[in-house]
């Protein structure tokens, strides 16, 4: 199984990015995909969820609003649509597959565990 995270760089405050991530290795039409963050000295928090089985997705109250999570299961490919971003968003973004069709709740999108393989992350700098 290989996650491939990109579309990270160096974006002003207010700008925007759209990260993707590609899946290979696994059912991706039946996986959820989780995307996680890791500030510079900070622990990795999650950001935003969307399942395979309901459509469901979740995001994480400081994105919600400005971030948009989507899949091509033609392409197996999951995308974070990333606006309006502010200096706090900087951080390691990373993707991460959850290989059974379970939807994305506030209770179980961020739980660690709940992720079989995670990739290698992209940097993402906001400057303000």
């Known amino acids: 199984v290989q996650l491939q995270a990109s579309g990270g760089g160096l974006v002003q405050a207010g700008g925007s990015l759209r990260l993707s991530c590609v899946a290979s290795?696994?059912?991706?039409?039946?996986?959820?995909i989780g995307w996680f963050r890791q500030p510079p000295g900070k622990e990795r928090e999650g950001v935003s969820c969307?399942?395979?089985?309901?459509?469901?997705?979740f995001y994480a109250d400081s994105v919600k609003g400005r971030f948009t999570i989507s899949r091509d299961n033609t392409k197996n490919t999951v995308y974070l649509q990333m606006n309006s971003l502010k200096p706090e968003d900087t951080a390691v973004y990373y993707c991460?597959?959850?290989?059974?069709?379970?939807?994305?709740?506030?209770?179980?999108?961020?739980?660690?565990?709940?992720?079989?393989?995670w990739g290698q992350g992209t940097q993402v700098t906001v400057s303000s």
């Open positions: 991460a597959v959850d290989r059974l069709p379970a939807p994305c709740t506030k209770y179980s999108s961020f739980y660690y565990s709940r992720y079989d393989y």
């Open positions: 290795g696994v059912s991706f039409d039946e996986s959820a």
């Open positions: 969307i399942s395979s089985s309901d459509g469901s997705t």
